[in-house]
T-cell receptor, first 113, second 109 residues
């Protein structure tokens, strides 16, 4: 199993550009999430999905869209990038059980100029 | 008030020392508790789940006090490789996992 994969690893954008961060998992996990991590802020939940076709907002959803057309993929779209979206983005997946661990992808480092 | 609070440290300890991290959570309905480890510029990885009766995994011991809404992690005989940030993670009654900001540990020779 590859686990959770994310592409790209690094990205530089100009303000106003749009892009999609890709996330895929091969563990057949129902739950998938996107987090951003900023210095001094910890991990903050952007959007999450409890299964194909179902998504919901997390703590900091503004400026981001998600969709979940398959169990495996959960892309995150930045509609119009802003410098405040400079961050490290982690995708994660887990089975629905409460004691199950959450697996993270290696992260995407995004710089918005 | 943040859902999960941790002392950010840093904790600087010599090899072989015992070090303890604490964490408090605000939602009394929280159901699952974990400690994650995050190395610099890497993704968080599960260190251990925390059970009501307390649990041990080698040099690591985790404790949960539901009455005080308090979780702890004890590391015995610290190794250089234990240097990392330790994240306290709490799952409430819903889906979301709430992450503390992390406690930084540096183990020195």
């Amino acid at each position: 199993n590859a686990g959770v994969t994310q592409t790209p690893k690094f990205q530089v954008l100009k303000t106003g550009q749009s892009m999609t961060l890709q996330c895929a998992q091969d563990m057949n996990h129902e739950y998938m999430s996107w987090y951003r991590q900023d210095p001094g802020m910890g991990l903050r939940l952007i959007h999450y999905s409890v299964g194909a076709g179902i998504t919901d907002q997390g703590e900091v959803p503004n400026g981001y869209n998600v969709s979940r057309s398959t169990t495996e993929d959960f892309p995150l779209r930045l509609l119009s990038a802003a410098p405040s979206q400079t961050s490290v983005y982690f995708c994660a997946s887990r089975p629905p059980g409460g004691l199950e661990t959450q697996y993270f992808g290696p992260g995407t480092r995004l710089l918005v100029l | 008030r943040k859902e999960v609070e941790q002392d950010p440290g840093p904790f600087n300890v010599p090899e072989g020392a015992t070090v303890a991290f604490n964490c408090t959570y605000s939602n009394s309905a929280s159901q699952s508790f974990f400690w994650y480890r995050q190395d610099c510029r890497k993704e968080p990885k599960l260190l251990m789940s925390v059970y009501s009766s307390g649990n041990e995994d080698g040099r690591f011991t985790a404790q949960l006090n539901r009455a005080s809404q308090y979780i702890s992690l004890l590391i015995r005989d610290s190794k250089l490789s234990d240097s990392a940030t330790y994240l306290c993670v709490v799952r409430g009654p819903g889906y979301a996992l709430n992450f503390g900001k992390g406690t930084s540990l540096l183990v020195t020779p």
